[in-house]
């Protein structure tokens, strides 16, 4: 259906009219012009004929050009059919470490070895995929945290601008508390712009996946979980790293522990205290088993929204009137031209 934004500018159509009715028409003096020799009066008789002929259609184009121009103003759309958008009621933020021990190879896709980052890239990319109906948002994190993508049902640019964060981009350490502040104001500031209705219950979530300590950050992690907790924000903490890893060195080939540095404790206590789940990630295939279980979380329903695809149509009879403005401008032209050669 054809639905007009601003109707109240069809009223503007009668103007032309009060305008010529209010204000003085403009004086001709192309009758005071002198007609010599005698044969010109028959000649001019037919360049009044065509000149009145070639009034009346710039008359009738002005018309139409200027009813134009105002069905344009009004702003005028194509509605299509409504169509609903399944709505979850869930807000799901993922928070991704970015710190230089990211950046240990001790995951493997389809067997080639490849760093922490790339698995998480690799796995959350098919949970982000999945999650049809959420809001989702991403933060990275280091030394700082960053808000890469706030909410959105955009899965398809929280996936791409995920894929093209990288190691150290955050800096070399880690700030888990802050990455949990910045979680807890984002959802605050989505409380009160999004819901209005009070009474619907909104699932708050983040997923923090790390492979350390907090080293870092004006915010202790665990006060950062109080704050979250007293907004019934949920927490799911993922430790990443393999338990053992061989490495080569000076000495030749000797086994290493890459996740010594992860504090477990802390992301145990994180978690419990929003009423989360820590989980421990050393594998890929790990990694997918807990991104298959978050995707269990039961949503909380509420209604559906209505979406109805718009397309304008403004061009279309600004387009023809600015042509039939043209036309009016060249017939003027034409009549000058034959007025000037008359009288010279």
Same mark, same amino acid.
């Given at each position: 259906?054809?639905?007009?934004?601003?109707?109240?500018?069809?009223?503007?159509?009668? /103007?032309?009219?009060?305008?010529?009715?209010?204000?003085?028409?403009?004086?001709?003096?192309?009758?005071?012009?002198?007609?010599? %020799?005698?044969?010109?009066?028959?000649?001019?008789?037919?360049?009044?004929?065509?000149?009145?002929?070639?009034?009346?259609?710039?008359?009738?184009?002005?018309?139409?050009?200027?009813?134009?121009?105002?069905?344009?103003?009004?702003?005028?759309?194509?509605?299509?059919?409504?169509?609903?958008?399944?709505?979850?009621?869930?807000?799901? =933020?993922?928070?991704?470490? /970015?710190?230089?021990? =990211?950046?240990?190879?001790?995951?493997?896709?389809?067997?080639?070895?490849?760093?922490?980052?790339?698995?998480?890239?690799?796995?959350?990319?098919?949970?982000?995929?999945?999650?049809? &109906?959420?809001?989702?948002?991403?933060? @990275?994190?280091?030394?700082?945290?960053?808000?890469q993508? %706030?909410l959105?049902?955009?899965?398809?640019?929280v996936?791409?601008?995920?894929?093209?964060?990288a190691?150290?981009?955050? &800096?070399?350490?880690?700030?888990?508390?802050?990455?949990?502040?910045?979680?807890?104001?984002?959802?605050?500031?989505?409380?009160?712009?999004?819901?209005?209705?009070?009474?619907?219950?909104?699932?708050?979530?983040?997923?923090? /996946?790390?492979?350390?300590?907090?080293?870092?950050?004006?915010?202790?992690? *665990?006060?950062?979980?109080?704050?979250?907790?007293?907004?019934? @924000?949920?927490?799911?903490?993922?430790?990443?790293?393999?338990?053992? =890893?061989?490495?080569?060195?000076?000495?030749?080939?000797?086994?290493?522990?890459?996740?010594?540095?992860?504090?477990?404790?802390? *992301?145990?206590?994180?978690?419990?205290?929003?009423?989360?789940?820590?989980?421990?990630?050393?594998?890929?295939?790990?990694?997918?088993?807990?991104?298959? /279980?978050?995707?269990?979380l039961?949503?909380?329903?509420?209604d559906?929204?209505?979406?109805?695809?718009?397309?304008? *149509?403004?061009?279309? %009879?600004?387009?023809i009137?600015?042509? @039939?403005?043209?036309?009016?401008?060249?017939?003027?032209?034409?009549?000058?031209?034959?007025?000037?050669?008359?009288? &010279?």
């Open positions: 259906m054809i639905h007009f934004e601003w109707p109240w500018l069809f009223l503007t159509l009668p /103007l032309p009219l009060l305008i010529r009715y209010f204000l003085p028409p403009i004086t001709s003096f192309e009758n005071a012009a002198l007609r010599v %020799p005698f044969i010109e009066d028959f000649k001019s008789l037919t360049q009044e004929n065509l000149q009145a002929t070639r009034k009346r259609w710039t008359l009738w184009l002005a018309t139409l050009a200027w009813i134009l121009l105002v069905i344009a103003a009004s702003r005028p759309q194509w509605w299509g059919e409504p169509i609903e958008l399944p709505i979850t009621g869930r807000d799901l =933020m993922i928070a991704v470490d /970015l710190s230089g021990s =990211m950046q240990y190879e001790d995951f493997q896709i389809k067997d080639q070895v490849v760093d922490r980052l790339t698995a998480i890239k690799w796995v959350a990319g098919q949970f982000i995929e999945r999650r049809v &109906g959420d809001r989702l948002g991403l933060i @990275l994190f280091g030394e700082q945290a960053y808000l993508v %706030p959105t049902f955009d899965r398809q640019t996936r791409t601008l995920l894929n093209e964060s190691i150290g981009l955050a &800096g070399q350490k880690t700030a888990i508390g802050d990455a949990i502040g910045l979680a807890v104001k984002r959802f605050l500031h989505s409380k009160s712009s999004k819901n209005k209705n009070k009474n619907i219950n909104k699932s708050w979530v983040l997923i923090l /996946l790390t492979d350390g300590a907090n080293t870092a950050g004006n915010i202790e992690p *665990l006060k950062a979980a109080e704050l979250a907790a007293e907004e019934g @924000l949920k927490i799911y903490t993922i430790g990443i790293g393999a338990d053992e =890893m061989v490495v080569r060195d000076f000495f030749g080939m000797r086994r290493i522990n890459p996740s010594a540095d992860l504090d477990e404790k802390a *992301l145990k206590q994180i978690a419990e205290k929003t009423g989360g789940r820590y989980f421990r990630a050393r594998d890929t295939a790990e990694l997918e088993k807990i991104y298959a /279980l978050l995707d269990k039961e949503p909380i329903q509420e559906n929204l209505v979406f109805r695809p718009t397309k304008a *149509l403004y061009p279309w %009879p600004l387009g009137a600015l042509l @039939l403005s043209s036309i009016i401008i060249i017939f003027q032209t034409i009549g000058t031209t034959g007025i000037s050669y008359k009288n &010279g």
